[in-house]
């Protein structure tokens, strides 16, 4: 059974950042009253630029346009861990930058546990998030005898986090993160959660306290890494309040970021204030994701936050930050004009074409990709093959020339297909003038291959896609946020199909290039002579052979062959059973003295140089071929044009003159015999 299949091509968002001069993001945008939250001193449209990476936390919109415009980080509710992420790296370590974000923590007298703000090399989790972690440090107890590199090891990775706790957890035996701290009742501190010496242990509870500057020596590491400013009262006093970043870089590959906290209260604003002084030793030690793996040169900028049986909300909104170039991209799979989902069927032989559409918006400082041009990774599903211009699938190795549409010009990109089969590296795409904004088209075919599956199979197809500028790299989604492409493969039970059958004009052959008919004498006398019961070549000559290449009038063709697409393989046989030879006009069989039963004449299938068959005009059934399971397709002449096939008449005591005819009935078996 042949299999037709569709890809849909699902459309993904991406977004990189480029940071050019500080712009702020406080456009002409509506606040969302629904949201519960008062509006913040100031805030813009941030949509595309940041995702929730955890259940608990979502974007709050623009009831005008849907944009984001505001990041709900946590609830006010108990026992919540959330964190939002930007979708790019964005906090640029090679250029100058600002950045004033404001936040809300309710309005109550008791509150927990905080948040924070955290530049990072990827967006990443603590393996476990305790509530007084804050989602970033570590876990807050390890067995007895742990270490604290064992702590850091479960903590966010390769990160700095700028925090603000509201909920002291440690006052006494066993005692817990603050345990040591001079932290009052809030604070505003900051810290590498990654690193050992940002932890200290107690004895002999085993709990985990952070380690600040101002703490004391430790046994296990001379000094903490941690910075911690109390605050005078808490955040959650109804009031949006302020964490302006400024870096500025030096000529050394490091710089220093000034962190600078506002908190809004009835009466003067309560400050506090870290500059922080990174050498590019320093970005290697905290952000390299390896000793030996080079230091990222722009971070991701995330916020998380956690709740206790103590709460509050964690919401934040972005002032002012560098101008961003936009790059938000789709990717569909297409049957045809048919959008392939989570619940379309495809078959084995489906044509199917990946449409890939990016939007591209420059910042007015710079073209994108700034630093040469893109490049795109673009995965199919592994039951897909890539399909080149002449139809047939692509092979690693192979390059795939692929037009891309900006608008209404048309330039040359190139595709090459990957070692192992299942991608193409899109090169050679255009650079986008600063300022201006694009949209980049191209498309790519496939075609659903043979695979085997027995039974109906969900797929998703992961990862779909990703674009490369300027260094960085962002995964391609589908318009629903999803990182995956989904279908169902029907499963591919295949055919055993007897596809061709050939006819037969039997004559002798007669020198070296002719060929006659027989003489009755001959056939009295039988053909070959002597009569031989095996075909073999050194006889051949003397048999009555199609080998002229003569066709009845009602030909069937000229050639025999079994084709196979079952999965499982599991062996056919073939038989042939043919008609006593009779006069056209039905008066006589071929036979001794007009026997009715036949059986005078020998038909012999060949494949050129040995006899495959020999099948008696009896009507009895004999077997041509026995395909043993494991094996597939069979065919005899397709090489040659058509069947060698060889007549012979064992002697008979009559004959008479006149064109004689037999019919052949093919059986095709499913399984060997």
Known sequence: MKKRCYLLACLAMLLCTLLAPVTSVGAAVTWPTTSGYPAPPSFGDVDGLFSPTMGDSSLLTDPTNGHAVGLEINKDQANRSGAI?????????????????????????????????????????????????????????????????????????????MVVDTQKNGTGDPGGYEQLSDFKSYYFGTGYPGQANMYRIDYPYWMTWLYFKIDNPSEQYRFGLGTQKNLYETPANGKWHKLQLDWKKDNFGGGTLTAKMTITRTKDPDYATEVIKWTKNDIQKYFS??????????????????????FEPHVVAIGAMPEAATVNGTVAL?????????????????????????????????????????????????HFDYLKADGTPAKPGDTLPIKVTIGNSDYQAQGKVQPDGNQIAVTNMPQIPKGETATVKFSLPAKVKHHGLLETTPVQDKPIGTITGDGQTYDLKTPAGKDFL????????????????????????????????????????????PTATNWDQANADQWLTNQQGREPTNSTGKVLSVKDTRPTKQGWHLTMQLSPFTLTDNSYVLGDNGNKLGGKARLVLTDQTTQIAAIKDNNNATPVKNMAAGGTDWSLGTQTGNVAAYLGIEPTATAKAGQYQATATWLLTNAPK
């Open 289 to 310: 994701q390896g000793s030996t793996d080079p230091a990222p040169r722009k971070l991701y900028l995330g916020f998380t936050g956690t709740t206790s049986n103590v």
């Open 334 to 382: 297409m049957r045809g004009a048919e959008t392939v989902e989570a619940t379309t069927h495809l078959k084995v032989d489906d044509v199917l074409h990946y449409d890939y559409t990016v939007n591209v918006k420059a910042t007015s400082q710079a073209t994108w990709p700034e630093s040469g041009t893109a490049t795109m990774n673009v995965p199919k599903g592994k």
């Open 85 to 161: 992420w930007s979708k790019a790296p964005m906090f640029d370590l090679d250029k100058d930058s600002s950045y004033t974000m404001y936040f809300y923590m309710g309005n109550k007298p008791k509150s927990g546990e905080g948040m924070a703000f955290v530049l990072a090399a990827k967006p990443a989790a603590p393996t476990k998030v305790d509530t007084g972690s804050l989602g970033v440090w570590g876990v807050d107890h390890l067995p007895p005898n742990s270490k604290p590199q064992e702590v850091a090891d479960t903590a966010l990775p390769n990160s700095f986090a």
């Open 486 to 529: 989904a279908y169902i493969l029907d499963p591919e039970t295949g055919e055993l199909v007897l596809e061709k059958v050939p006819s037969f004009v039997f004559e002798l052959k007669n020198g070296q290039t002719g060929y006659r008919n027989p003489t009755v004498m001959e056939m009295v006398k039988g053909l070959p002579t």
